[in-house]
């Protein structure tokens, strides 16, 4: 017998963890509908503020501060062809906005770890597979 979920979400990195936390927290799907099919991430993030507070209410943050973040206070961007020390670049600073800092520079595996963490204990599913193929028919869709 096939399994069958309300929510497939394929890639359970940052974002699609993410995505399925708070569609179990927040919009009350049923844990046990929903399934995320994943590969770990090895990028590292930088994470905003606000970025933090989502993570919070997907019940993962704490773990993620837990393990290990670096603050970050300011940050410099430029596109590949100026140079980063020219008048087109970008600078933030968070003294500057009045704020202790402007982020979280994150390991995605610490992340995508404090994401499944949270994702198991609400009884979400997590399989580690690739999707080979999608069919779609109007009632549903075979992953």
Same mark, same amino acid.
């Given at each position: 017998?096939?399994?069958?979920?309300?929510?497939?979400?394929?890639?359970?990195?940052?974002?699609?963890?993410?995505?399925?936390?708070?569609?179990?927290?927040? $919009?009350?799907? @049923?844990?046990? +509908?929903?399934?995320?099919?994943?590969?770990?991430?090895? +990028?590292?993030?930088?994470?905003?503020?606000? &970025?933090?507070?989502?993570? #919070?209410? $997907?019940? $993962?943050?704490?773990?993620?501060? $837990?393990? =290990?973040? &670096?603050?970050?206070?300011?940050? =410099?961007?430029?596109?590949?062809?100026?140079?980063?020390?020219?008048?087109?670049?970008?600078?933030?600073?968070?003294?500057?906005?009045?704020? @202790?800092?402007?982020?979280?520079?994150?390991?995605?595996?610490?992340?995508? #770890?404090?994401?499944?963490?949270?994702?198991?204990?609400l009884g979400v599913t997590?399989?580690?597979?690739?999707?080979?193929?999608?069919?779609?028919?109007?009632?549903?869709?075979?992953?």
């Amino acid at each position: 017998m096939t399994p069958e979920y309300d929510l497939v979400v394929v890639g359970g990195g940052a974002v699609g963890a993410t995505f399925a936390a708070l569609a179990v927290r927040q $919009a009350g799907l @049923p844990a046990a +509908r929903v399934v995320v099919i994943e590969r770990y991430d090895l +990028r590292v993030f930088a994470l905003s503020r606000a &970025s933090a507070r989502i993570l #919070t209410a $997907a019940g $993962a943050w704490d773990a993620i501060v $837990a393990a =290990r973040v &670096s603050p970050y206070e300011r940050m =410099r961007v430029w596109h590949e062809s100026m140079s980063p020390f020219g008048n087109d670049a970008l600078v933030f600073d968070a003294a500057e906005l009045g704020e @202790p800092n402007l982020g979280y520079i994150v390991e995605g595996r610490l992340i995508q #770890t404090a994401l499944h963490a949270s994702l198991e204990a609400l009884g979400v599913t997590i399989v580690s597979a690739s999707v080979e193929s999608l069919a779609l028919a109007p009632d549903a869709a075979v992953v």
